[in-house]
């Protein structure tokens, strides 16, 4: 058990913070050890979840944050208009999933994937701070290399890129791969 | 059935063929090009129909479908002239990997899409720091370029618009607009002016809604004059002089 | 008792407020009466201090509101001093852009554009002495008219409002008018 003083001084800190709360910067202001306020944080996180109380402690982007209660959206929804309500395009989501993924890559080979140009996807991720320059590619033009931001990881609940699931779940049916040939050669034919 | 007259709208020439494989409900694999081709091809000429812009990508894929097609028409490639050109062949293999390829990165966007409708749930605290902790500050603006503030506001702009969109929900009525209207019209005959906030201080969002259109339907017949000051304001209801 | 949930929803709103939430306010969105919710509201409070927490729940002027454990100041003010200016201020920039751009305005109008009460941000602003008041508005309640200051034109080196990047240099692009488009046909689907 952590000292409950290092546990309410950690919330009032959480509290003021927006954006957020790295161990290391929480560490360095409680001066205690970061393995002693990763306890504590884990400590206070289930301490919100188990009360089931109205504000509820979430690791986000490599930092921990204080959240509402998701059931209570309907009531929040009420009192403040959210942020983002602005949605993303089934193609601004393809190209941030590529990005993801198969960061850093260049506008290019991004257009490679889906089949057309994506120039217009990208500028917007960019507008929206959800990917960033990640300098350039050795290739000729030294074309611009794109990988996903912090505010993505945020805006997705995501702790880390490792927490995207594995690319190899969006796989169309594997069980197809064996017909590929056989219906090809003939039937492309008719 | 509804009439379908809005033409779908494709996110590439790959979503474009995606979508009329599934709708055949076959295989990526199993593509018969034949058919595709053709839907491909009158596709898009409905989009022409339409005026809608083409991307040039898209009429790139109907020449590889094309290709394929016709060269699917011909006796097989004997191998003997080799040539830098890709046989029919190939190139339909190259177009079912891409395929595949990017459907596989469809299924991730629309997995993202879930993430973040489900991350539209948790709210962060938005307010100011305590006036104490708030004179703490480094100064905010160090390094602030004033453009930054056109930016700024631009997105502002951009964000309250689209909100507006947004709020286009249409809820249950249970008040009738006709009772509603009434009772406005004789309120306003006793008094000069009525205000929204009043009229709906009870405060159930479908009494909101139907006072609205109530208003709406008034203002429509010339009976009554609206005057809003600012956004979010309250509204001002005055008998119309025309009447 | 105070039903659980009540208390939790309240928890959430509090959490959110940018000013003191007033009984009525909460009353309204949490579909209770008055009683149950002051009642509600004094339990949660209750709750926070017997619970020596970080955050505290205090009643002011015109309603409850969420305040630092007072004990923590030293914590939370090594905190504050150790943030990096830029991004913590989005919520003020904002606001002060738009006071820029819009003034005279009131309150009242900056959270229409913002979509969040942004009473904090005012006072802020206030404080630093970037923004004056500049009258009252007639309407109902004259509500308080605000500008920026000459501190505010020092600052930026501009000699007057007429300075600022005019706003039709920033009309939306046209990728985010396809969004808006988008998200209309959305709603229709629905």
């Known amino acids: ?190 | 059935m509804p009439y379908q007259v809005k033409l779908e709208v494709f996110e590439g020439p790959f979503d474009l063929l995606l979508s009329l494989i599934s709708r055949h409900k076959v295989n990526i694999y199993d593509i018969s090009v034949a058919q595709i081709a053709e839907e491909y091809l009158g596709y898009l000429d409905e989009m022409r129909q339409l005026d809608l812009e083409i991307a040039s990508e898209f009429v790139l894929v109907a020449a590889t479908l094309l290709e394929i097609k016709s060269a699917g028409l011909l006796p097989r490639p004997r191998r003997i002239e080799e040539d830098d050109t890709m046989t029919a062949f190939e190139q339909r293999q190259l177009l079912i990997g891409r395929l595949i390829e990017y459907r596989k990165f469809k299924n991730a966007g629309l997995a993202l899409e879930s993430r973040l409708t489900a991350e539209r749930h948790f709210f962060t605290r938005q307010a100011a720091l305590e006036p104490q902790f708030d004179q703490l500050l480094p100064d905010f603006l160090a390094g602030i370029d004033v453009q930054e503030f056109g930016v700024l506001m631009r997105d502002l702009l951009d964000r309250e618009r689209i909100r507006l969109i947004d709020s286009n929900h249409i809820a249950t009525i249970k008040i009738s607009v006709e009772a509603k209207l009434e009772e406005v019209i004789t309120l306003l005959g006793r008094a000069k002016r009525l205000f929204f906030k009043e009229l709906t201080k009870e405060g159930k969002r479908s009494d909101v809604v139907v006072t609205f259109l109530a208003l709406l339907e008034l203002y429509k017949c010339g009976l009554i004059d609206i005057r809003q000051t600012d956004v979010f304001g309250d509204i001002e209801i005055i008998k119309s002089k025309i009447n």
């Open chain 1, 1 to 190: 058990m952590v000292d409950h003083n290092i546990k309410s001084i950690l919330e009032s800190l959480l509290f003021v913070c927006d954006e957020p709360l790295s161990l290391a910067r929480a560490a360095a202001v409680v001066e205690k050890s970061e393995a002693e306020v990763k306890e504590g944080l884990e400590e206070l996180a289930d301490d919100f979840r188990r009360g089931d109380r109205g504000i509820q402690l979430r690791r986000v982007a490599g930092g921990w944050r204080l959240y509402t209660h998701p059931g209570h959206a309907p009531y929040i929804e009420k009192l403040v208009i959210s942020w983002d309500s602005r949605r993303l395009t089934k193609a601004t989501l393809e190209t941030l999933a590529i990005i993801g993924y198969k960061q850093p890559i260049t506008k290019v080979s991004i257009g490679g994937i889906r089949g057309v140009n994506s120039d217009g996807a990208v500028a917007s991720l960019l507008a929206k701070g959800l990917i960033k320059e990640m300098g350039r590619e050795k290739s000729p033009g030294s074309p611009i290399l794109y990988g996903t931001s912090i505010l993505f990881l945020e805006k997705f609940g995501l702790n880390s890129l490792k927490d995207l699931p594995p690319l190899a779940e969006f796989e169309p049916d594997p069980m197809a791969r064996g017909e590929i040939e056989a219906g090809l050669d003939e039937e492309g034919a008719t």
